[in-house]
């Protein structure tokens, strides 16, 4: 009684604090513009803070590669720091810091994005440095080479190196035969030693182009005035060629699959990869619903019976990729409490499955995991970084006006639809196991748990529970 209390006292908070239903909270305030060139801008106006925050987002990431040169679009992004002859190498860095911002960068399965942070009246900064690596980026041996090292050991500290990581990697290959999404966004390590200069301009030449891009800037600025500035930045740039389309679509799956990976560890940890589809799909709010369901906080189904009551899990986590460009995951995961093996903990994620096919979640519990969802996705608002992230993501995924319909479609969903989809989707047939076993090696250490880092609802973060090592921040 006193969970369905708590979870009707944060409903009705949230319908206080929440925008009208129905209210339009992005449609009504972005201010949208494509450029002749097919540059495209996606500009919100937030006066709270005299500062902004500029994100120039790519269409292109492990998605688009093909086989023998993939982790392309991960290097090329660790290449635009390197300079260019109007800014030389290191010189952006430089710039933005003596302007007090901050900046990075992370590359994803969809997408390769730039941002910096600064005050409001210095986003002039962030623009014109963004149009010039556009397009004039040095590449050279003498800068390709040594780079090409550093991303060789990157491999290494968070691939190779972590067990978790590692089963991640081997799981997403296992879970897509055809589609793109089974190549690592780092790349693999073979294709990283053959990686030739020429296949990296010619990646850049066919992907780093205005009609293959698009700005998101959140703050204190006019935007208007802002678009005008954009304009003059990079409408001057020739529209380039039109990126090949990614074609591959993922059969129906033949069956259940399972990859046991041995590395040096001290704990077994299991994964589960269902093949889903993404937010366009009619079933995407219940699928949203379902993974709160599961793994929302410590009152939700898998903490409680696999952490707390159970004790055989340090951590049990659900992620869903409703934003991925194309259909990708839902995703189960474990990382057992000493003692426990690897074939009891799994037995008890699947249970859980079972559980909610066979019976729909209480009203309690839906009324819970709405309320999570609906506060999670209030709160990232007050974030203009997370704000210019949601606009973002839901472009690459499609477009930003589907953010207005996230809520409404979430409160929409019902505890039989959530039972549905977990008898759709959380087959056997669909399910893709991976099973991390310790190899014998008295000095290796547990494997840490996988935890995404914070994001919005409705826009993950780059990382996450089989987002492929390579793609977070610099």
Known sequence: MKRRALASVLLLSLALASPARGAALYADQVVERTLPNGFKMLLLEDHKAPVAVVQVWYRVGGRNEVPGVTGLSHMLEHMLFKGTEKYPNGEYSRIIARNGGDENAFTSDDATTYFAKLAADRIDVEIGLEADRMRNVILSEELFEPERQV????????????????????????????????????????????????????????????????????????????????????????????????RAREQEPRGPVRVLVERPAKLPFIAVNYRVPNLRHADSPALEVLEVVLSGGKSSRLYRSLVEDGRI??????????????????????????????????????????????????????????????????????????????????????????????????????????????????????????????????????????????????????????????????
């Open 151 to 246: 991303v060789t050991e990157e491999r290494r500290m968070r691939v190779d190196d972590q067990p978790t990581a590692y089963l991640f990697e081997t799981l997403t290959a296992a879970t897509f035969l055809e589609h793109p999404y089974r190549q690592p966004v780092i790349g693999w390590a073979s294709d990283i030693a053959g990686w030739k200069l020429t296949d990296l301009r010619a990646h850049y030449d066919q992907y780093y182009q205005p009609n293959n891009a698009f700005l998101v800037a959140v703050g204190d600025f006019d935007a208007e005035a802002l678009a005008k500035k954009i304009e003059a930045s990079f409408g001057p740039i020739p529209r380039g060629p039109e990126p090949p389309p990614v």
């Open 313 to 474: 899990a340090l951590d049990a986590s659900a992620g869903y990729a409703r934003t991925a460009r194309d259909d990708k995951t839902f995703t189960l995961s474990a990382q057992a409490q000493p003692g426990i093996d690897a074939e009891r903990m799994e037995r008890a994620l699947l249970e859980q499955v079972e559980a909610i096919q066979t019976k729909a979640p209480s009203d309690a519990e839906l009324a819970r995991a709405k309320a999570q969802i609906e506060s999670s996705f209030i709160f990232s608002l007050d974030s203009m970084f997370y704000r210019a992230m949601l606009l973002g993501t839901y472009e690459i995924a499609g477009s930003w006006r589907d953010i207005d319909e996230y809520l409404p479609a979430v409160r929409k969903v019902t505890a039989d639809d959530v039972q549905r989809v977990a008898r759709t989707w959380l087959t056997e047939k669909n399910r893709v196991t991976g099973v991390l076993i310790p190899a014998k090696d008295e000095s290796a250490e547990a494997p840490m748990p996988v935890v995404p880092p914070l994001a919005p609802a409705g826009a993950p973060a780059p990382d996450g529970p089989g987002a492929a090592p390579g793609t977070g921040v610099r």
